[in-house]
């Protein structure tokens, strides 16, 4: 069965993904925390352009998956999980959860530099949160959430059967986190004793830039809590809670090019201010 999964990868994710993605759109219709002000069908079709053409670009530059990587790697009996005598799911286990660490840092260095934010900050610039969000990331990025999370692998010599499943949870709490629906209160925060919820998340789409460098977790909700990043409610109430950045309201920046265009701050797009400006809640963003 092990094999099985590892030699059909992309159709098992891709599987997972059209039937997380199918289901949680449809609650959404149904069950929405907001109404939608842009055209779902528009925003859907900018995000899903973006994410198809940078996986198109992240085959070009890495011609193998992350899966696959593990299966060659693994040959080498390297990594600080390499112990044979240890027991099997002990290492798939634990492969899991350092994964996952991994990621939470790529994270937050990605909002640490300003050379990695201005490619971050294209998924950030989303005003308004549904399902879709979590294709919205620029080509760049995945470059280098793609990079660490190789270099990850061979540090820990993970195994392809805990990469695998990793990758399948990685994408099903992505979509999950940023799809646009309200638990209770009390049901929310049960949720987040494990992983990453809607609520817990949307605190990191913030205009609100202590809240913005919070909550960065992807699958689980610990490294947030352990490491003092983590934010319970978010200062506004969630009724009133303003998504995307202060200085990217203009519907301009949604469209497809511009997404695209922005890290490089193009003079035509007037994407850099000519000077530092106070924002309403009194702290500068990063330009």
């Not at 200085?247 to 000077?275: A, H, I, V």
Request: proline content about 3%; charged content about 20%; aromatic content about 16%.
């Amino acid at each position: 069965m092990e094999q099985w999964l590892i030699d059909n990868q992309v159709w098992c994710r891709l599987g997972c993904f059209i039937v997380a993605f199918s289901l949680l759109a449809c609650f959404e219709t149904f069950y929405a925390w907001r109404p939608w002000v842009t055209s779902r069908y528009l925003r859907i079709v900018r995000h899903l352009s973006l994410n198809i053409f940078s996986k198109i670009l992240l085959r070009a530059l890495f011609p193998f998956f992350a899966v696959s990587f593990a299966v060659n790697f693994q040959h080498k009996s390297m990594g600080v999980l390499h112990h044979p005598d240890w027991p099997y799911a002990v290492r798939i286990i634990l492969a899991f959860i350092l994964l996952d660490f991994i990621m939470y840092l790529q994270h937050r260095i990605l909002h640490k530099y300003q050379f990695l934010w201005r490619i971050h900050r294209i998924h950030h610039m989303d005003k308004e949160l549904d399902v879709s969000t979590s294709l919205r990331f620029h080509p760049l990025e995945e470059i280098y959430s793609m990079g660490v999370k190789i270099m990850g692998i061979a540090f820990l010599g993970a195994l392809p059967l805990s990469v695998l499943l990793y990758e399948i949870m990685y994408n099903l709490i992505v979509m999950f986190a940023h799809v646009n629906i309200q638990f209770k209160f009390k049901n929310d925060r049960f949720l987040r004793k494990l992983i990453i919820t809607p609520g817990m998340h949307r605190i990191h789409h913030s205009v609100y830039l202590p809240e913005t460098n919070s909550n960065y977790g992807f699958v689980l909700s610990w490294w947030d809590k352990l490491l003092g990043t983590y934010t319970l409610v978010c200062t506004s109430g969630e009724r009133n809670l303003a998504l995307g950045l202060e200085e990217y309201q203009d519907k301009k920046f949604q469209t497809f090019e511009n997404m695209l265009l922005l890290p490089f701050n193009f003079k035509q797009l007037r994407l850099k201010p000519k000077k530092k400006r106070k924002l309403k809640f009194g702290i500068e963003k990063n330009q």
